[in-house]
T-cell receptor, first 114, second 112 residues
Framework: DSGVTQTPKHLITATGQRVTLRCSPR?????VYWYQQSLDQGLQFLIQYYNGEERAKGNILERFSAQQFPDLHSELNLSSLELGDSALYFCASSGGGWGLYGYTFGSGTRLTVV | GESVGLHLPTLSVQEGDNSIINCAYS??????FIWYKQESGKGPQFIIDIRSNMDKRQGQRVTVLLNKTVKHLSLQIAATQPGDSAVYFC???????????FGSGTRLQVQP
């Protein structure tokens, strides 16, 4: 158990719909990062939040948005879903470091758009 | 921006052999590199990291080599075991955004 919790583990929805993915960071970590992993591909950085504020953006579509709440959990909102949005979505949290105990990934949410 | 590539999509080795997984990166200013292991249904797990002021770093059964001249790094796994079967990613750290740029992964298959 990495300490980073993502829910739900699986999500199946129809095109045009909206979904919300949730991430609870490891205890004490202030930063949350979202990544998208399409089939057999590497992870693509989407967005970073630090202590409730957006800090950095990657390849995040305008249909996607995120926020981090006062209790530090984060939500990734995906709207007007398309078939191509089917992917694994990972959340990572960090307390400032990079290594073994620094930058930790959750187990992901598998989104299937039909 | 940074792009990271991997030389082989799949690597098949015999149990007990040594495995070598390669990775190339594009940005000569990159200074921190991490190897991750991803098993089916799980998130990436940290294996080993290396900073650009080093050429080699060793862990338990794993060694990472960094060649800054040709912008190449490799992961060596000694005495590969069935439990090593997974997809391996190299990642380059963007210390400004605190984000990682991942390669597309190499699937390591260990044959008994």
């Amino acid at each position: 158990d990495s300490g980073v919790t993502q829910t739900p583990k699986h999500l199946i929805t129809a095109t045009g719909q909206r979904v919300t993915l949730r991430c609870s960071p490891r205890s004490g970590d202030l930063s949350v990062y979202w990544y998208q992993q399409s089939l057999d591909q590497g992870l693509q950085f989407l967005i970073q939040y630090y202590n409730g504020e957006e800090r950095a953006k990657g390849n995040i579509l305008e249909r996607f948005s995120a926020q981090q709440f006062p209790d530090l959990h984060s939500e990734l909102n995906l709207s007007s879903l398309e078939l191509g949005d089917s992917a694994l979505y990972f959340c990572a949290s960090s307390g400032g470091g990079w290594g073994l105990y620094g930058y930790t990934f959750g187990s992901g949410t598998r989104l299937t758009v039909v | 921006g940074e792009s990271v590539g991997l030389h082989l999509p799949t690597l098949s080795v015999q149990e007990g052999d040594n495995s070598i997984i390669n990775c190339a990166y594009s940005n000569s200013a990159s200074d921190y590199f991490i190897w991750y292991k991803q098993e089916s249904g799980k998130g990436p797990q940290f294996i080993i990291d290396i900073r650009s002021n080093m050429d080699k770093r060793q862990g338990q059964r794993v060694t990472v080599l960094l060649n800054k001249t040709v912008k190449h790094l490799s992961l060596q796994i000694a005495a590969t075991q069935p439990g090593d079967s997974a997809v391996y990613f190299c990642a380059v750290a963007d210390t400004g955004r605190r984000a990682l740029t991942f390669g597309s992964g190499t699937r390591l298959q260990v044959q008994p």
